[in-house]
């Protein structure tokens, strides 16, 4: 027999001293549905956690500047000079008057097709992106020149639009994340009470080991084996049906045509964190495994 | 010859119940044959529980190979436990484990490598006349064949005592005969022999064996032997026996 050969055998042999089917039995689908409830939950919370910096990365810098004039005449001129003093402004890199065109059919859904006979005073509106620094400080300084051209001109920062949304994502990541904790706790306790299960039901060859000279150590082993194995099974099959769900909930949001929703995306180093998890379901089991079983053996001879 | 076993006014109690064990005093010589007996219920099963480490007195002194055992710390018990060989009132063969496993379970649980544990689990399993059962589950092994088992798996680690629960109990005369000669081979090797039996046309087949008799709980006639040791040993002994 190869030396490779033997160590096989050697181990094989040693750890045929517990038997196959009962420490097994429903361990690895157990930790398969907590694996996939796991990676849902961390892929949503790293999704959100994404989506909020990538929305707060864009909106920090911009700002729209409404020209609230009812004339019409006077609100184009008004809009033309406020256009030249923003392009001249220090704090602004770019400034663009949102055409009509597009104003009408953000407003055509809510106000019909009359509001735009000419009745109706629609505000003109100019998209602004402030150069990068303080965004606040800077739509102050831009709100005392515009207010010095104008009263009729007001500053909306865009980050101020989104505020709630921004953070009504960000509690739902942390609760995502707050999930996944939970989870892991729960996997430790199902492995707690697995690994006490598999201590009381082979007691008798626990006691016939530690009789011989085993010591705890030698038979933890055999538990942290068995059970890191389950965990390693069930971990990977929810691990894979959960990036299965996780690609094709990406498809279905890619296909809704929503910028916001289309901003939920991984960054790769979310597909590592969870690349990583199954991997740490293994080391929690195993470790947990180990710790049970040398706290029971802790109290007997 | 050194005592390797020495009790001293050991008692043991289970929960809040009278004494099993009282004011139990003896010594063994290394290298001895004893035999324990008495009625049953008279403490022998608990007093080999004590000599193999399975159970900590309540009261006194052990002392294995010259080390007090009910002080030592409880990581150190592994290394004692593996000079002492066992063999179980009811077996305790380890049931998904073929009968090869099973008696190669000291060895491997030793840490011995696996291409060196075959030569003597088959030397063993020959030894005990079951070379063609190496693979056979306990479950489907006589009661006696499984005795044979467990005292090979007791004995393959070259203990440097060996204890034997009822040994015979579940085997015809002429097995007896047969296991109690493997004992005292094995005793002329230098291990230390002491089985538990009622068997008292047994006992005397062993020459220079001695008793320790018990009585609820208490050596009865510690000074007694079942018959007057050879002269050497009896020279060498002296009073010990207990």
């Keep these: ?301 | 010859m050194s005592a390797i076993v020495q009790f001293e006014n050991v008692g043991l109690r289970y929960g809040l119940d009278r004494e099993t064990l009282s004011d139990v005093s003896f010594s063994l010589a290394s290298g001895g044959f004893y035999f324990l007996t008495g009625a049953s219920g008279a403490g022998k099963t608990s007093l080999l529980k004590l000599l193999y480490l399975a159970q900590r007195p309540s009261r006194g002194v052990i002392r294995l190979f010259g080390e007090d055992v009910v002080t030592l710390p409880r990581k150190r018990l592994p290394g004692f436990r593996r000079r002492i060989g066992v063999v179980f009132q009811d077996f305790r063969l380890v049931p998904h484990l073929s009968a090869y496993d099973n008696i190669a379970l000291p060895l491997r649980v030793a840490g011995m490598k696996e291409d060196e544990v075959d030569a003597p689990v088959a030397e063993m399993l020959n030894w005990v006349g079951l070379g063609d059962r190496g693979d056979a589950r306990p479950a489907t092994l006589s009661g006696g064949e499984q005795q044979r088992v467990a005292i090979a798996r007791a004995v393959i680690g070259r203990p440097e005592i060996l204890v034997a629960d009822e040994p015979t109990g579940n085997v015809d005369a002429d097995m007896a005969r047969r296991l109690l000669t493997l004992f005292e081979a094995l005793n002329r090797l230098g291990t230390t022999v002491v089985v538990a039996t009622h068997d008292l046309p047994l006992m005397a087949q062993v020459s220079g064996a001695q008793m320790m008799k018990l009585d609820k709980g208490r050596l009865a006639d510690p000074t007694g032997t079942l018959r007057y040791p050879p002269r050497a040993r009896a020279d060498q002994d002296g009073g010990e026996s207990g």
């Design chain 1, 1 to 301: 027999m190869s030396g490779r050969a033997e160590r096989k055998a050697a181990i094989a042999a040693r750890h045929r001293l517990l038997p196959g089917g009962r420490v097994a039995g429903p361990m690895p689908w157990i930790i398969a549905i907590m694996m996939f409830v796991t990676v849902l939950a961390a892929a949503a919370g790293l999704g959100l956690g994404a989506a909020v910096q990538s929305m707060r990365a864009d909106l920090a810098g911009r700002a729209s500047v409404q020209v609230v004039e009812a004339d019409a005449q006077t609100r184009a001129a008004l809009a033309a000079q406020t256009l030249r003093m923003l392009r001249a402004a220090p704090e602004v890199r770019t400034a663009d008057p949102v055409p009509s065109a597009v104003l009408a059919d953000q407003l055509r859904p809510w106000l019909g097709e009359e509001a735009f006979n000419g009745d109706l005073p629609v505000p003109a509106l100019i998209d602004v992106m402030l150069t990068p620094g303080d965004a606040g400080a800077k739509v102050d300084r831009l709100r005392q020149r515009l207010a010095a051209l104008s009263s009729k001109l007001r500053v909306d920062p865009h980050a101020a639009f989104l505020t709630p949304l921004a953070g009504l994502l960000s509690a739902l990541g942390l609760l995502a994340l707050g999930a996944v904790l939970l989870m892991m706790l729960a996997t430790a306790a199902v492995v707690v009470l697995a690994a006490r299960g598999a201590h009381d039901s082979h007691r008798g060859t626990i006691d016939v080991l530690h009789l011989m000279g085993s010591t705890d150590v030698q038979i933890a082993r055999l538990f942290q084996r068995r059970i890191g194995l389950d965990a390693l099974m069930g971990g990977a099959l929810g691990f894979s049906f959960g990036i299965f769900v996780i690609l094709l909930i990406g498809l279905q949001l890619g296909a809704t045509g929503s910028e916001l929703l289309a901003a939920i995306t991984l960054p790769w180093q979310g597909w590592l964190i969870l690349a990583a998890l199954p991997v740490a379901g293994v080391l929690l089991a195993t470790l947990t495994a180990r710790w049970t079983v040398l706290r029971a053996l802790g109290r007997t001879l």
